[in-house]
């Protein structure tokens, strides 16, 4: 979605065109993931980070516009909302201290994204999901007033035809019917970016899919919206929810726009883009100067402008990413996990998914036969719902049954899975050790991000605090201790 739109409003002329580019971009991606030698080269990650700007009370900030221009820095930008930005880092080759060198990148941008919020009166708030959000935050004016924000939120409401509706449950059920799209930005995320070569990325892709449930059940930070108590990492519900385009009454069921996917890959990433055109109307129909098939087949290196927009608008959890530039690339963009609460416990996230998507992708293949596709989805919503004490299958060995493991076990088996896996890739012990330490005091204590906040709200709200007061407090001890740095697991929590 890094493409640049101008407007809002687009003709069925337009819609047309779009439709024959992207069956175009198919078959030029088609020939050119074909091509030998493409894409290979150094395995490298890199980072996205979304994050809220917020006042002294822990509320919304709408400042992110005004904190771009302070920063000038094309690397931060902006988000669906207008307390939205985005930190977007430079790869780094995975070898050495990678996850240390993202983490040193991203302290000092942020340091500089703290230091322009702070001019315009705001703070960060790196959570999933802000916890002092009210509804009457999410209105027309939420979004970034930018052309292209608004155009996606005009093709959202297009395409549905109704008003978003929240059904959300957990202890405390949330059921809201919204006048407009702007939910969309009450989500935040840390998303990683693997390089992968063409030919590796179906045992990569199907790797990450089964490893993103049991990272997630690690992962969570967002068990509160709107004042109820709901899931560990609510964002995974609130967005597939407040993004969903299908209209209610659809008589043929399609997936949703924000998903889990389909189906193990077969044998590329060509069939989650063709996936992407097929199932998904277009909601951004912008059209380049670019004949992707003229270029595919003069042996140069398309941009594929139309199909990369297009895909763009397709979220799903894990996502093929094509990058036609410096000779052109594959990366699996890993989406799941979330924002915060600090960069020790994101970076560890990351080391554990990347490692153990490297570690298991050679044996991948053979246990696919007997872990069906519905067991990596169920698992994956168990695991945002519940956490880490959620129950999750994991193929037993080659042609048996799945076993059921509680979700900290499963963390705890797959450590050295994940340990072997960036071994491999030339990762220092001593980086290794750091961060997947990290994982195993989390897994061994229980305490995520969203378990310290739903001990901390519950002691408040035993000190006598109101809900609201309560959760504004919550918020405010969260921003300070993410602050101060330090492992969620380590952090205090309030007595009752």
């Known amino acids: 979605m890094g493409t640049e739109i101008q407007r809002e409003g687009f003709t069925k002329a337009e819609f047309d065109a779009f439709d024959e580019r992207l069956r175009a971009g198919l078959v030029a991606l088609e020939q050119v993931l074909a091509r030998p030698g493409f894409g290979e080269g150094e395995r490298t990650i890199g980072a996205e ?15 992110g516009d005004k904190v771009l221009q302070r920063l000038g820095d094309g690397r931060v930008t902006h988000e669906m909302g207008a307390f939205n930005v985005e930190l977007n880092t430079d790869p780094v080759v995975l070898a050495g201290a990678p996850f240390s060198r993202l983490g040193a990148d991203m302290a000092a941008t942020l340091a500089r994204i703290r230091g322009a919020a702070g001019a315009e009166g705001g703070r960060l708030a790196i959570v999933s999901v802000l916890p002092t959000f009210r509804q009457s935050d ?22 549905r035809q109704a008003n978003p509706r929240i059904d959300i449950d957990g202890d405390e059920p ?14 935040t995320s840390f998303q990683i970016h693997l390089r992968v070569a063409p030919r590796e990325f179906a045992a990569f892709y199907n790797a990450a899919m089964m490893l993103t449930g049991p990272a997630l059940a690690l992962a969570g930070n967002s068990p509160t919206f709107l004042g109820h108590r709901l899931w560990h990492e609510t964002r995974t519900a609130l967005f597939k929810q407040a993004a969903d385009d299908r209209p209610l009454d659809e008589t043929v069921e399609r997936p949703p726009r924000v998903g889990f996917g389909t189906g193990w890959v077969r044998a590329g990433a060509h069939e989650l883009f063709a996936e992407s055109v097929a199932l998904h109307e277009p909601i ?37 990413i094509y990058h036609g530039k410096d000779g052109g690339h594959l990366r699996i963009e890993l989406r799941a996990l979330a924002a915060g609460p600090t960069l020790d416990d994101m970076l560890a996230n990351a080391a554990f998914l990347v490692g153990g998507i490297l570690g298991l992708a050679p044996s991948v293949g053979d246990l696919l036969p007997s872990f069906p596709f519905a067991f990596a989805e169920r698992n994956f919503y168990r695991a945002a719902r519940d956490g880490l004490d959620t129950e999750l299958a994991w193929p037993r060995q080659i042609a048996a049954a799945p076993e059921k493991l509680r979700a900290s076990d499963l963390v705890k088996r797959l450590l050295p899975i994940a340990t072997l896996g960036l071994e491999q890739a030339g990762v220092a012990s001593e980086e290794i050790d750091r961060y997947l330490g990290i994982i195993a005091a989390r897994a061994t204590s229980g305490v995520t991000g969203a378990v310290w906040q739903r001990h901390t709200l519950a002691a408040l709200e ?31 929590v309030a007595a009752g």
């Open 462 to 492: 035993a000190q006598g605090l109101s809900r609201d007061a309560a959760l504004t407090e919550m918020t405010a001890r969260y921003i300070a201790a993410a602050e101060a740095g330090g492992p969620v697991h380590a952090w205090p």
């Open 138 to 159: 999410f209105r027309p004016s939420t979004i970034t007033q930018r052309p292209r924000y608004r155009a996606l939120a005009a093709g959202l409401r297009r395409l």
């Open 49 to 63: 980070l979304e994050m809220f700007v917020v006042d002294e009370a822990g509320r919304p900030l709408a400042v």
């Open 284 to 320: 951004l129909p912008v059209v380049g100067d670019e004949d992707p098939i003229a270029v595919a087949q003069a042996g140069g290196v398309p941009r594929l402008s139309e199909l990369i927009l297009h895909h763009g608008t397709v979220w799903g959890w894990n996502r093929a």
């Open 174 to 187: 949330l059921t809201i019917e919204l006048g407009d799209v702007a939910m969309e930005a009450a989500n």
